[in-house]
C-alpha cells in the first residue's frame, strides 16, 4: 500500500472508530450488524484496510454518519 492509501485508510479508520465508540458498540457487534467479521472491522480501523463501497453504505446507516464523515 502506498503512503497515500496509507493515510487514507488511517484517517476512514479513525472516524470509523470514534463513530463506533460514540455509538456504545464493540468492535463485535458493529461486525455483527454489518456482517462481517471482527477482524474486517479492527482492519479497518487500524487503518490496514478500506471497507468496501456496500460496506460504507452500511458503516453510515449504521453509526449515521454523513458521507463526507467516510469520504477519504
Known amino acids: ?3 497515500h492509501c496509507g493515510d ?7 472516524r470509523i472508530r ?3 465508540l ?6 463485535s457487534a458493529l461486525a455483527e ?3 462481517v467479521s471482527r477482524t474486517s472491522v479492527i482492519n479497518w480501523e487500524m487503518g490496514r484496510a478500506l471497507p468496501s463501497f456496500s460496506h460504507l ?8 454518519l454523513p458521507w ?3 469520504a477519504a
Open 1 to 3: 500500500m502506498n503512503s
Open 68 to 70: 463526507w464523515e467516510l
Open 33 to 35: 450488524l454489518l456482517g
Open 8 to 14: 487514507t485508510a488511517g484517517r476512514v479508520g479513525s
Open 18 to 20: 470514534e463513530a463506533r
Open 22 to 27: 460514540a455509538a456504545g458498540l464493540t468492535q
Open 57 to 64: 453504505v452500511r458503516l453510515r446507516e449504521v453509526l449515521g
